[in-house]
């Protein structure tokens, strides 16, 4: 069964617009193909200014990913993201209220089959 997570991750800023879309895409195609799970959106906030100095970093690219995968195969993305220098900080879990709402979006259907 696929659960609906978001990840949202923070790139070195010291990267050029670039490499940080590059990273993105690469990020995109992990989720796709290791996790083989489903992208609903790309939510690209840019660069921000972080809540505390990260490696003496006062700004970081903020991504937020939200999409739909089984929860056997997370952990090759998160793996991604503890091997990657690039990448800042991130931080995945699970969207269980959108689970929910998707839930009730479809029984209605199922009834209007009967």
Same mark, same amino acid.
């Given at each position: 069964?696929?659960?609906?997570?978001?990840?949202?991750? /923070?790139?070195?800023?010291?990267?050029?617009?670039?490499?940080? @879309?590059? &990273? !993105?895409?690469?990020?995109?195609?992990? /989720?796709? @193909?290791?996790? =083989?799970?489903?992208?609903?959106? !790309?939510?690209?906030?840019?660069?921000?200014? %972080? +809540?505390?100095? /990260?490696?003496? %970093?006062?700004?970081?690219?903020?991504? !937020?990913? &939200?999409? =739909? +995968?089984?929860?056997?195969? %997370?952990?090759?993305?998160?793996?991604?993201?503890?091997?990657?220098?690039?990448? %800042?900080?991130?931080?995945?879990?699970?969207?269980?209220?959108?689970?929910?709402?998707?839930?009730?979006?479809?029984?209605? +259907?199922?009834?209007?089959?009967?």
């Amino acid at each position: 069964m696929e659960r609906i997570y978001e990840s949202m991750f /923070i790139i070195d800023p010291r990267l050029n617009d670039e490499e940080r @879309e590059t &990273l !993105v895409e690469r990020i995109k195609e992990i /989720i796709s @193909e290791r996790v =083989k799970g489903t992208i609903q959106t !790309v939510n690209r906030w840019g660069l921000r200014k %972080l +809540a505390y100095p /990260i490696s003496h %970093l006062t700004e970081g690219d903020y991504t !937020v990913l &939200l999409f =739909k +995968a089984p929860p056997t195969d %997370l952990n090759k993305l998160e793996e991604f993201f503890r091997v990657t220098p690039q990448i %800042l900080r991130w931080q995945t879990f699970r969207r269980e209220d959108l689970e929910k709402k998707s839930q009730k979006e479809e029984i209605p +259907a199922e009834e209007n089959k009967e």
